[in-house]
């Protein structure tokens, strides 16, 4: 019976993927720093990320990891360090003593956030453009799995999320949300593709007002997206207005974070 371990399965988007990515003859180990009640095919792991010898026995006849697991906005900088950076190092070591051959990793469109609008559709595998310390980690967890998957022939996949959410809360949202569903279908793909080696690839749903990343290398790897953020377009526009292209926000893909007010290193 495959053991798939999901870190960070407490949070926004382990809770989404853990009915999503059950399937029969298959257990999810979940783990997280809050308890969890295991349910049927699932068993709960009380532990931090940042635990080697922990993850290491996470680990443990586990056929994948899902590597959730992390602080998910920006941050002071110790803080991104010690849980997202050296939490990521110990995720990937503990797989590679466990002998665990796959690692699917949330990344994030904040990896390469100060793309601007006239590099749309940012490519696959686009060199890092962080828009925060939070997005400097995520470049780093991306540097570590081509290093495992270089020097140790892991498979390590690395999806560059963009808004997942239940629903769209935003304007720009309208263009990046990706849906539970298709969440779901996407990491689902990572975790069955066969032999995929180091890939990047972008987390979207097939949005009307989408086009701003490129979907090429994750339909390779056998994703498609299904939702579409435009069935929520009436409401979102009613709660935030009409799209402004002026607007900031829409100039870079990351959006807010880019903006100076979500500089976590500047002095209170």
């Given at each position: 019976m495959p053991i798939i371990l999901v870190t960070g399965a407490a949070g926004l988007v382990g809770s989404m993927l853990r009915p999503r990515?059950?399937?029969?003859?298959?257990?999810?180990?979940?783990?997280?720093?809050?308890?969890?009640?295991?349910?049927?095919?699932e068993e709960a792991v009380t532990a931090s990320v940042t635990d080697l010898d922990a993850m290491t026995?996470?680990?443990?006849?586990?056929?994948?990891?899902?590597?959730?697991?992390?602080?998910?906005?920006?941050?002071?900088?110790?803080?991104?360090?010690?849980?997202?950076?050296?939490?990521?190092?110990?995720?990937?070591?503990?797989?590679?003593?466990?002998?665990?051959?796959?690692?699917?990793?949330?990344?994030?469109?904040?990896?390469?956030?100060?793309s601007p609008r006239a590099d749309f559709p940012v490519p696959d595998y686009a060199f890092p453009v962080p828009d925060s310390y939070y997005g400097v980690s995520k470049a780093a967890g991306e540097s570590l799995a081509s290093l495992y998957h270089s020097r140790y022939g892991m498979?390590?996949?690395?999806?560059?999320?963009l808004t997942c959410a239940e629903r769209p809360p935003t304007i720009r949202a309208l263009s990046t949300w990706l849906s539970p569903d298709d969440a779901g279908r996407l990491f689902e793909a990572c975790l069955s593709a066969p032999s995929p080696g180091f890939r990047v690839v972008f987390g979207v749903s097939a949005n009307t007002r989408g086009g701003w990343v490129s979907l090429d290398e994750a339909r390779a790897l056998g994703y498609e997206p299904r939702d579409d953020a435009e069935a929520?377009?009436?409401?979102?526009?009613?709660?935030n207005g009409e799209p402004d292209p002026a607007d900031p926000v829409l100039a870079h893909l990351g959006g807010e974070f880019t903006l100076p007010g979500r500089d976590a290193g500047r002095p209170a």
């Amino acid at each position: 019976m495959p053991i798939i371990l999901v870190t960070g399965a407490a949070g926004l988007v382990g809770s989404m993927l853990r009915p999503r990515l059950a399937r029969p003859g298959r257990t999810l180990r979940l783990l997280d720093t809050v308890p969890i009640t295991a349910g049927p095919g699932e068993e709960a792991v009380t532990a931090s990320v940042t635990d080697l010898d922990a993850m290491t026995e996470a680990c443990r006849n586990a056929a994948a990891v899902v590597h959730l697991g992390g602080v998910s906005t920006e941050a002071p900088w110790r803080q991104i360090l010690e849980v997202n950076i050296d939490g990521t190092y110990a995720v990937f070591e503990a797989a590679r003593r466990a002998g665990v051959g796959r690692v699917v990793y949330a990344s994030s469109n904040h990896a390469v956030g100060f793309s601007p609008r006239a590099d749309f559709p940012v490519p696959d595998y686009a060199f890092p453009v962080p828009d925060s310390y939070y997005g400097v980690s995520k470049a780093a967890g991306e540097s570590l799995a081509s290093l495992y998957h270089s020097r140790y022939g892991m498979d390590a996949i690395c999806i560059r999320i963009l808004t997942c959410a239940e629903r769209p809360p935003t304007i720009r949202a309208l263009s990046t949300w990706l849906s539970p569903d298709d969440a779901g279908r996407l990491f689902e793909a990572c975790l069955s593709a066969p032999s995929p080696g180091f890939r990047v690839v972008f987390g979207v749903s097939a949005n009307t007002r989408g086009g701003w990343v490129s979907l090429d290398e994750a339909r390779a790897l056998g994703y498609e997206p299904r939702d579409d953020a435009e069935a929520y377009a009436a409401e979102v526009i009613a709660a935030n207005g009409e799209p402004d292209p002026a607007d900031p926000v829409l100039a870079h893909l990351g959006g807010e974070f880019t903006l100076p007010g979500r500089d976590a290193g500047r002095p209170a």
